[in-house]
Structure formats: structure tokens, C-alpha cells
């Protein structure tokens, strides 16, 4: 089965607004990760949240966990034209060390 | 400290050549992965090598891919012969010793079977 599903699958903001991305997953997970897709470029690790954790923080994202929901959010606060991208979730296969991505969330910013 | 490198960065080949794509760990990482998107679809794992050794090659479509490790440092996947379906992009990752960490990305090949 399918884990890591973005919602919603496009976005188009305006910079300066805020960008909310979420993802549902459907096993256990030890930690979930987000990564970002440039076009034309490879995948950037952004941030690890620990299934212990309830909410993390860099810089101008902000990821929450709810495992009792089996979800996670992606926000990125005060969005910029450089943020335009793909973002995906991912979480490893049970004890496996194998990603599971969803099909992502495209972000579009408008300057 | 240098990233995932990958080559080449693009290839545009006809169905039933081969192509051998490449991939060169962050030096020290034990675990090296391949993954792929196919048509804007999902990033599907491929396979996971532990130094040389293939730790779990449950992703890999079917016999005309082979990804090998020799030495345990770069890696290459070589798909022969190419067909229309294998389009996409590759992706190549690596992590530190241990599970569940960090995977740090390559830029991809793009794959263009025509």
C-alpha cells in the first residue's frame, strides 16, 4: 500500500502568504522526513520528525505529527518566489530502510 | 564536503539500447540507494546496497535492470534493453551506516526512451 499521500497535489500562493502542505500515511512510522524538488534538480532533505515528536522547526518551516491520525504538515511561513517546488513526505517501510514518497505537493509562489 | 553526484545528468536513448547511469556516494556512506519517478508519478524505491552487498532489491521492475556496487563505493544501474516505461528520472541517495537515517539525494538522471 501507498504511504506518504500529499494533499493537496497543487498550490499557487502569492509570496509573503503561508503554505500549508499535508500528508497521511498509513503504517507505523519511526520518523517521517520531508524533501523538496527544484525544477530540474535532485531532492533536498528539509526536516526529520521523530514519531516522539509533535512538532519541529526550522527557519521558516514548521512540521507537525499526529500519529494517533497517522498525518503530518508541512508549513512554510512568509513563502518567497524561490520556494516554488515539490514537496514530498516520506517515510521508511517498516524496519526497513527504503522511503516511501507520495506523489508530492507542487508549490507555485507568485511574486 | 561534496553531495550525491550522478551521471549523466540527462540521456535520450531508443528503445532496446542500454544505458548505465551512475552514482557516487557522500565518501563514507555505507548505504547507497536507487529510486526512480516515473511520468510525475511517485518516487518508487529500486534497490539498497549496503557497501557491495544488495540489501533489498524489492523495488528493481524486472530483469533488465542490474545495479552493481563494486567495492562498495559508486554504483551504477544499468538498464538493457530500454523500453518506453522507463522513462523518468533516477535517483541515487546515500546514508550514513545504521537504518532509518538521512538519505542525502543526487540530482538525478532524466531518462528519455524514445
Known amino acids: 500500500s501507498q504511504q506518504g499521500e500529499e494533499d493537496p497535489q497543487a498550490l499557487s500562493i502569492q509570496e509573503g502568504e503561508n503554505a500549508t502542505m499535508n500528508c497521511s500515511y498509513k503504517?507505523?512510522?519511526?520518523?517521517l522526513q520531508w524533501y523538496r524538488q527544484n525544477s530540474g534538480r535532485g531532492l533536498v532533505h528539509l526536516i526529520l520528525?521523530?514519531?516522539?515528536?509533535r512538532e519541529k522547526h526550522s527557519g521558516r518551516l514548521r512540521v507537525t505529527l499526529d500519529t494517533s491520525k497517522k498525518s503530518s504538515s508541512l508549513l512554510i511561513t512568509a513563502s518567497r518566489a524561490a520556494d516554488t517546488a515539490s514537496y514530498f513526505c516520506?517515510?521508511?517501510?517498516?524496519?526497513?530502510?527504503?522511503?516511501?514518497f507520495g506523489a508530492g505537493t507542487r508549490l507555485a509562489v507568485h511574486p | 564536503e561534496a553531495g550525491v553526484t550522478q551521471f549523466p545528468s540527462h540521456s535520450v536513448i531508443e528503445k532496446g539500447q542500454t544505458v548505465t547511469l551512475r552514482c557516487d556516494p557522500i565518501?563514507?556512506?555505507?548505504?547507497l540507494y536507487w529510486y526512480r519517478r516515473v511520468m510525475g508519478k511517485e518516487i518508487k524505491f529500486l534497490l539498497h546496497?549496503?557497501?557491495?552487498?544488495?540489501?533489498?532489491e524489492s523495488g528493481m521492475p524486472n530483469n533488465r535492470f542490474l545495479a552493481e556496487r563494486t567495492g562498495g563505493t559508486y554504483s551504477t544501474l544499468k538498464v538493457q534493453p530500454a523500453e518506453l516505461e522507463d522513462s523518468g528520472v533516477y535517483f541515487c541517495?546515500?546514508?550514513?551506516?545504521?537504518?532509518?537515517?538521512?538519505?542525502?539525494f543526487g540530482p538525478g538522471t532524466r531518462l528519455l526512451v524514445l
Open positions: 541517495a546515500s546514508s550514513q551506516v545504521g537504518t532509518q537515517g538521512t538519505q542525502y
Open positions: 503504517t507505523s512510522i519511526n520518523n
Open positions: 520528525i521523530r514519531s516522539n515528536e
Open positions: 516520506a517515510s521508511f517501510s517498516g524496519g526497513y530502510n527504503k522511503l516511501i
Open positions: 565518501s563514507g556512506h555505507d548505504n
Open positions: 546496497f549496503v557497501k557491495e552487498s544488495k540489501q533489498d
